[in-house]
């Protein structure tokens, strides 16, 4: 797929303008109200699968409290996006980078409303820093690329979702996006904005990542406070040092040139979700925005200059994670132990 130049430098925006198949492309808008008592995603997006029959728009939307999942499907000539801006129309459904409006029903669903975002804090670019991605924004062919559009902004509005109005005016959201060919063949990503600390967004994704007929383990995190602004990744000099996956819990030690990071996170009962595989929403995983992450962030004198516990966390640990532990873990009879 040829990007052009202003893609390339604004990948939240639209990136499959020029998209062969297999290509999906979505946008992941986070919604927590002011009394945490309700947390909504919703994903609008498109698929080509590798036949004409299979390409169509979407839009997903989950309520966590309700369990309540919808993929709403919509032929693909309603799909329309802006390659310089967000701004992607799917029907009469609207999403850009200030907020969005909904109006869909069927026989199944209602979504419906209007949502405003306001202090808006985009994430940091600036020179070949074209998003998180760094330097891997200008590598061609990759599998999976993902994007951060908004660390944190406050709500206004409220939704009209199968029978509930729900009102997440002062709430909090988060919005970021993936595009590619399909998701990796295992990851781990969660993110929070929930800390005692107000302004603090916190995101962590790792994944195993094909690469020239091998594979590496990619990681991508940040961590946003008050007055900070930190990227670990893989590119930047990061590694892991201990990494340890379950069914429902995550815990890391990641080594990075400024310090380290320890992370722990406990995912909690989720919603099953439609994934891409070669362009086509066959995949699943099962997400939560329920989870609970502890992280612990230390200077290289190894003095403590961030803690803190982040509720109402996105958080999804995809089958076959585990290959992703380090040190590797080697099955014994009935128990797994470290190499």
Known sequence: MRRSINQIITPASFQGTNSKAPYFEGWYYKLVNRDRSRSLALIPGLALGERKDQAHAFLQAVDAQRGIVAYLRYPLSMFHADHRRVDVRIGNNRFQTTGFSVNHEDDTHTLQGEMRFTDIEPYPVGGLHRGIMGPFTFVPFMEC??????????????????????????GEGYVEKDWGRSFPSAWVWLQA??????????????????????????????????????????????????????????????????????????LSPGSVLRAPKNGVMIGSIEETLEAVVTIRLYDRAGHVWFEGTGSHTAMEISDGANRLAVPPVRPVGNHSIHQ
Not at 198 to 214: D, Y
Not at 222 to 238: E, M, Q, S, V, W
């Open 145 to 170: 690329r993902h994007g951060v559009v908004s660390l944190r902004h406050r709500l206004e509005g409220s939704l009209l979702f199968d029978g509930e109005w729900i009102d997440f005016t002062d």
């Open 193 to 266: 904005s929930h800390f005692a600390q107000p302004g603090t967004s916190f995101m962590f994704s790792v994944a195993q990542i094909p690469w020239l007929g091998r594979h590496f383990t990619g990681l991508l995190c940040f961590l946003k406070t008050k007055d900070r602004f930190i990227r670990i990744a893989t590119y930047n000099g990061a590694r892991i040092e201990r990494l340890e996956i379950t069914a429902d819990r995550v815990e890391a030690r990641i080594r990075h040139p400024r310090g380290r990071l320890d992370m722990e996170a406990v």
